[in-house]
């Protein structure tokens, strides 16, 4: 098959690295495959890097809708794209407007679990314009019947899958990483990666950090990731007394060198009807590291609840101290947890099986045509 995988966001996160590895991974199903985002954007530069074709569009301005739709829609034709695979709101009009009335299947992506209808362009373009959608978990595809009224047989769950970096390699990030960071083997490293954005929880995370600096005061936490709170939460750490335990990192880019760094895995996002499936906590199985998650979303299918790692209530942070807690003073428990949360992240989530049960669907859409 053609295919062109769609992104208009103007971040790098989770659903642009979903992109990246889809397309590495179908390409290696014999695909061809090229990648569509805005000009200039480090998911373009990531592609070429990968020799994947890339195709910038200026994907913005709601008054520009059909302008951008019809540039999408002669890259559909002159390319003789199969199957168009958008994944985010404004990519998603785009391509439902492009595709119509030429033989290109348009297939949509759903990477957070809320509803995608707000509007009567939304509704028309949902019931007319997208032949299939995809799902990172179960929880999205709730949402989309249940809020948006969309037949539960246009929708299927696909986990995401994500590359595994060789093991052999982590002693040697992790000995770099902490080297550089001036941290001692000693220090239990606890990390956290997301964008600081509401709800992800890092307000959370901050209050559960006080409570457990308290009684174990040989800890760090490394937060990595950038967003609109980095102000209001530095003066929330600072209020409570927890600047030194915490280190802001910001964006990074290489997370494979990162990850064997920490000891322990934390994500605290809240029940806000956001969060499905984040990558970062694919990226902790893999790495091998105990996870401390709150309930929310598909984050449940992520970690196995005292085997892996901890699931605890969103919004307590007395819970989550609890659970890190737990982890961070018995060694012992955190090398099983890691141990557990490898063999889950080979059997489940890696990228291989992500891009075959994808590539069903997109047959399955042009079978029906």
Request: glycine residues 8%; contains cysteine.
């Amino acid at each position: 098959m053609n295919i062109l995988l769609t992104n208009s966001t103007d971040i790098f996160a989770g659903g642009e690295d979903y992109v990246l590895i889809l397309a590495k991974y179908l390409r290696m199903r014999g695909h061809a495959v090229s990648v569509s985002a805005l000009p200039g954007h480090l998911l373009l530069d990531k592609c070429a890097a990968a020799g994947i074709p890339a195709v910038p569009i200026a994907y913005h301005g709601m008054d520009r809708v059909f302008h951008v739709a019809s540039v999408l829609r002669r890259e559909l034709r002159a390319r003789h794209i199969d199957v168009v695979h958008s994944n985010a709101n404004y990519d998603r009009t785009t391509a439902a407007l492009a595709a119509a009335g030429i033989p290109t299947r348009h297939v949509a992506g759903i990477h957070s679990t809320h509803s995608i209808q707000h509007n009567v362009t939304h509704w028309l373009r949902n019931r007319w314009g997208i032949d299939h959608f995809i799902t990172d978990a179960e929880a999205g595809k709730e949402v989309l019947v249940r809020e948006d009224h969309i037949a539960g047989h246009r929708i299927t769950t696909v986990p995401i899958g994500i590359e595994n970096e060789p093991p052999g390699n982590h002693a040697t990030f992790r000995r770099t990483t902490r080297d550089r960071l001036e941290v001692p083997e000693t220090t239990c490293v606890i990390g956290n990666v997301a964008r600081l954005v509401p709800f992800k929880g890092h307000r959370i995370l901050l209050e559960a950090i006080a409570i457990v600096v308290r009684q174990a005061p040989d800890v760090l936490f490394l937060v990595i990731g950038d967003g609109e709170l980095l102000e209001t939460l530095e003066a929330q750490a600072r209020s409570l007394g927890i600047t030194e335990k915490i280190r802001w990192l910001g964006f990074q880019d290489n997370l494979h060198l990162w990850y064997p760094a920490f000891d322990v895995y934390c994500h605290s996002s809240l029940d806000m009807a956001a969060e499905m499936f984040p990558i970062a906590v694919l990226r902790a199985l893999s790495t091998g590291l105990p996870v401390v998650c709150s309930q929310v979303g598909g984050i449940a299918l992520m970690v196995r609840d005292g085997v892996s790692g901890f699931l605890v209530p969103p919004e307590d942070p007395g819970a989550l101290a609890a659970s890190l807690m737990r982890v961070i003073t018995d060694p012992a428990l955190r090398a099983r947890m890691g141990e557990a949360s490898v063999t889950m992240f080979r059997e489940r989530f890696h990228a291989a099986a992500m891009a075959e049960n994808v590539e069903r669907v997109y047959l399955r859409v042009m079978g029906a045509h």
